[in-house]
């Protein structure tokens, strides 16, 4: 839906330099997420840690003419063709403009929001009312404050219903998505304790939450949830509600009976006192809480009861990740069966091309007809072929008659085929070689067997690491740090093992000042891989010291010894102003120049330009514990006075860091110039070894079920004895692929189908044994190690340990599977 350059000037009260005249569809704040430049309207924001003003000139550069700024360009005279549109703050333009834009439609819109399923009842109301309606909604999980405004943007002329996700983290934040979404539906899916450490009490978030309703016409939620029902009588609203229930035969949606069988599940109800049921295809109790806020969606917009139970019978899990897998012949996958519509097709493709910089790997892309969408093929297939062009993709095989239709718009190399049997039958995937391949079709499609065909099957154990959890903790200790503070994020020992390639391509991506591994191989295949960030080697060898120097690592020097060889090295290469790291001893008392060493080392650095100090730090020895206090104190006040009389001898700025993850969240006013986040990162938190966001998910299946009689035994050496008739799972993880015996006879469980599942005798190397005579599970399905609900701190309690040891214990014969929530 265009809209002039001046209309939008005037909907954000702007003052507009440039006169070039042109319409906007696409509205930009992420400077690498640039599909459409010419249609393109970029809001340079400003953060704690960023501003896209200094994107600019290379937005420029790349065809863009449109910008939303604070400050003008000091060099305003090369952009002689642009437009700037200069505002107080560009984000709160970039909601006004998002204000006025949904004010232009008249029609029904849902907001959703709580504190889980929010995506999920999104996305089946849309499976819900597509069949007749031209739905548009949130992509992906856009709820937040920036997200929203983009997500309403996405309206145009052909939308009927409009469904919108509204996530917070702070009171206040909802009256700008209230005004942004309008809702004219609401609902309140649940309250639960993410992100609680911004709010006072579990009220207040629920009653900021509910802020979002107030001008609804009708609010759906759960009337048994004591929470939600005493929160909503405060609020006062005047609005209609669908309350559901399963005790009060009073509410507007009463649930008569829930019936759970194998696959599926059956709800009864009654809705204004008329009775009917519907069945989904799922048992766990979170889809059918969810199955019935869509319900009272549904049943409000009056479709059919027949109908309702007709689409609720084929609604499809959601797949809320970008999946990155292994390949067959040297490829790499991602899976995205998310949606079909070009706002997740652009995230999807900009994912690809991030993901395939560095790695010489053409670019797949294949994708079915996108259905539902509102727009004439003409225009949508033209808009796909651009948006592909753009992305870099080498070569499109498209699947449907739709697409078959426009082959003429790509310009790639390409192949059509009407149906997703057709493409099978074909010779075309088998002859894919060392490609990176983006798998994006509609659910009609069924591209899941797609991806079963082309991915590389090599063990049945896998390491899944959330990429956006990985992202979600970065930024719960930078909005810890002052305004200025760089970070270094480890990455060493494959990233705690979860692999250090896609994990530091993520950091580099969002912008880490260093990444640190132990070793100069590490940080060498890095560089190989693509990796362009600052890289900092914790434990220099000396026989590396070429390495480093080809690839750029910076090492960590603590003694004279490797100080003087690196010198040589560096003088013998012909190396100048070789940037090293500085590491003194304040009371680790593991390695690092003493203190009373400094004024030789300022010495020895001055009479010679090898190499050049870019920092000085030191290391911790009980930021983690509240009983070493007074010793980290004297640790840090050792620092500061010893990194002040380096920093004097030298003109040039030598950054200066000593806090780890512990210590940034418990000291910081000693944040200096850097700090360093380790453990935190991957979803631990050392202080308390609470989990923040879970990264890493270690899961196998189950290979074998069998019936084993009282008091026989289990595995090698008898030692699993039973005391009852038995029924034993065997999966194929063993002490090789990093579950520790220990964990064995008992000692620990596994998770099966959400129940705790024990290990019987011991753990062999490849097999363990659990007892699964309580759960209702059979040989194929997935069993969970370590977690979301099982977090890896519980097995390191059981072994006497720390996170670190089972993290980075998980074999490199573990397949890793990387996604983006």
Partial sequence: ??????????????????????????????????????????????????????????????????????????????????????????????????????????????????SNGKTIVKEWIYQLLSPDKVVTRSPRSYNSQIGVPLSVWLMNEQTQVGVFEAGISEMGEMESLRSIILPTIGILTNIGGAH??????????????????????????????????????????????????????????????????????????????????????????????????????????MIPPSKIAERMSRIEPIAMRLEVKEGKNDCILINDSYNS????????????????????????????DMLETGQSSRMLYRQVAELARNRGVNKLIGVGEEIRSAMNMFNAEKYFFQTTEKLQESTVLQRLRDEIILIKGARSFHFEDISDLLELKVHETILEVNLSALVDN???????????????????????????????????????DYLAVAVADEGSALRK???????????????????????KLEPEIYSFYILNALIRAAEKEGVTNFPIHIKINTGMNRLGFEPTEMPQLIERLKRQAAVIPRSVFSHLAGSDSAQFDSFTVRQISLFEQVSEELQAAFSHKILRHILNTAGIERYGHAQFDMVRLGLGLYGVDPFTNNMLRNVSTLKTTILQIRRVKKEDTVGYSRKGRLERDSRIAAIPIGYADG???????????????????????????????????????KEGDSVIIFGDDLPVTALSATLGTIPYEVLTSVSDRVKRVYYQD
């Fill in 739 to 777: 579950l520790d015996r220990h964990l064995g006879n008992g000692n620990a469980y596994c998770l099966v189908n959400g129940k705790k599942a024990p290990y019987v005798g011991n753990i062999c190397m490849d097999v363990a044994m659990i007892d699964v005579t309580d759960i209702d599970c």
């Fill in 196 to 301: 609680q450490e911004n709010f006072f009490s579990l009220q207040d978030k629920c009653m900021e939450k509910l802020s979002l309703f107030k001008d609804c016409d009708v609010l759906i939620y759960d009337a048994d949830d004591e929470l939600i029902s005493s929160c909503v009588q405060r609020s006062l609203f005047s609005v209609r509600e669908i309350a559901w229930s399963k005790v009060d035969t009073e509410c507007p949606l009463f649930i008569e009976a829930i019936e759970k069988g194998v696959k599926h599940t059956t709800v009864k109800y009654r809705y204004l006192n008329l009775p009917s049921e519907y069945a989904i295809p799922f048992i766990d109790d979170a889809s059918i809480e969810n199955s019935l806020h869509c319900l009272a969606v549904a049943l409000y917009l």
């Fill in 341 to 368: 519509d070009l706002a997740s097709l652009d995230i999807a493709l900009d994912f690809m091309q991030r993901r395939s910089e560095g790695e010489g790997k053409k670019r797949t892309l294949i994708l079915s």
């Fill in 1 to 114: 839906m265009s809209n002039s350059i001046e209309s939008i000037a005037k909907a954000i009260g702007a003052r507009r330099t440039g006169t070039c005249e042109t319409r906007i569809d696409w509205l930009l704040t992420d400077s690498r997420s640039l599909g459409f430049p010419e249609e393109t309207l970029f809001f340079a924001l400003k953060t704690k840690r960023n501003d896209g003003h200094k994107y600019i000139p290379e937005l420029y550069e790349r065809g863009v003419r449109n910008f939303v700024v604070a400050d003008l360009p000091i060099d305003l005279e090369r952009y002689a063709d642009a437009n700037f549109l200069q505002v107080r703050d560009p984000l709160k333009a970039l909601q006004q403009l998002a204000r006025e834009h949904r004010k232009q439609f008249q029609v029904p819109v849902i907001g959703v929001t709580g």
């Fill in 529 to 551: 891989a693509g990796i362009t960030a600052s890289i900092l080697i914790m434990n220099p060898e000396m026989t590396a010291f070429k390495t480093m120097f080809d690839y």
């Fill in 474 to 512: 970065l930024n719960y200790y930078r909005n810890k740090l002052k305004p200025g503070t760089k970070m270094v994020c480890m990455v060493k020992a494959s990233a705690y093992g979860a692999g250090s390639y896609e994990v530091a391509k993520t950091l580099q991506d969002h912008r880490v």
